[in-house]
C-alpha cells in the first residue's frame, strides 16, 4: 500500500517563474491538503482539496492555486515566485470521516533563487 | 489562532520522561500530534477528540482538557528514536470547513 508520495524532491527555480508540484494521496484517501514549511518552522496551511474542490484555503495569496484530478490526486501552482516561496512543501492525504488524520509525503524542497 | 507550544526545546537523557504541552485562545474540536525527523515528513502519533478520551501509543499517552483548551503529549522513559520536532494541529471546527492549524513546534533531543 504506497504512502502518500510527492514530485519532484527538489527544485530550483529563479524569481518570477512558475512551478508545478504533484501528490499522489495515499491509497483510499479522498482529501488533499497542502502545506509551506519554512526552515524551523511549523507548516502554514494553504488550501484543502476534496471532490475535485477548494473545500478551504489559509492565509495565502492567489498566486497559489492548486487543482485535484478525478483520481484525488493534487497539484500545486505558484505563480510569480518570490524568494520568500522558498520553503519545504508538503502534501497530506486523508479520508473525509470524523478524526480527519492526515498522512504525509515526505514533501518538495522549493530553492527560489 | 495558532496554538502555542512549550517548551520550544526539550534535552532528555535516555530513560528520562518529558511533557509538551499545546494550548488555544479558541474552542477545540480535536488536537493532533505529529512527530518530524529533519528531512522527513511528520508523522502522525494520535488524535485527541472533545469528549474522547486520554490516548496512548507505545510510551507515548496524552491528554486533552476541554475547559483549558489544552493538550499535554507525554513520553515515558524516552528512547533515542523519539528525538525529533513534535507539532501539535488544532481543529477549531467539525465537518466540512475544516483545517489543521500547527504550532511552532517542540524540538526533542534524547542523547545516550
Known amino acids: 500500500d504506497a504512502g502518500v508520495t510527492q514530485s519532484p524532491t527538489h527544485l530550483i527555480k529563479t524569481r518570477g517563474q512558475q512551478v508545478t508540484l504533484r501528490c499522489s494521496p495515499k491509497s483510499g484517501h479522498d482529501t488533499v491538503s497542502w502545506y509551506q514549511q519554512a526552515l524551523g518552522q511549523g507548516p502554514q496551511f494553504i488550501f484543502q482539496y476534496y471532490e475535485e474542490e477548494e473545500r478551504q484555503r489559509g492565509n495565502f495569496p492567489d498566486r497559489f492555486s492548486g487543482h485535484q484530478f478525478p483520481n484525488y490526486s493534487s497539484e500545486l501552482n505558484v505563480n510569480a515566485l518570490l524568494l520568500g516561496d522558498s520553503a519545504l512543501y508538503l502534501c497530506?492525504?486523508?479520508?473525509?470521516?470524523?478524526?480527519?488524520?492526515?498522512?504525509f509525503g515526505a514533501g518538495t524542497r522549493l530553492s527560489v533563487l | 489562532q495558532q496554538p502555542v507550544q512549550s517548551p520550544q526545546a526539550v534535552i532528555l537523557r535516555e530513560g528520562e520522561d518529558a511533557v509538551i504541552n499545546c494550548s488555544s485562545s479558541?474552542?477545540?474540536?480535536?488536537v493532533h500530534w505529529y512527530r518530524q525527523k529533519h528531512g522527513e515528513a511528520p508523522v502522525f502519533l494520535m488524535i485527541?477528540?472533545?469528549g474522547g478520551e486520554q490516548k496512548g501509543h507505545e510510551k507515548i499517552s496524552a491528554s486533552f482538557n476541554e475547559k483549558k483548551q489544552q493538550s499535554s503529549l507525554y513520553l515515558t522513559a524516552s528512547q533515542l528514536s523519539y528525538s525529533g520536532t513534535y507539532f501539535c494541529g488544532t481543529e477549531l471546527l467539525a465537518g466540512n470547513n475544516r483545517k489543521l492549524i500547527w504550532g511552532l513546534g517542540t524540538s526533542l533531543a534524547v542523547n545516550p
Open positions: 485527541l477528540l472533545k
Open positions: 479558541k474552542a477545540l474540536y480535536s
Open positions: 497530506a492525504s486523508s479520508l473525509d470521516t470524523g478524526e480527519d488524520i492526515q498522512y
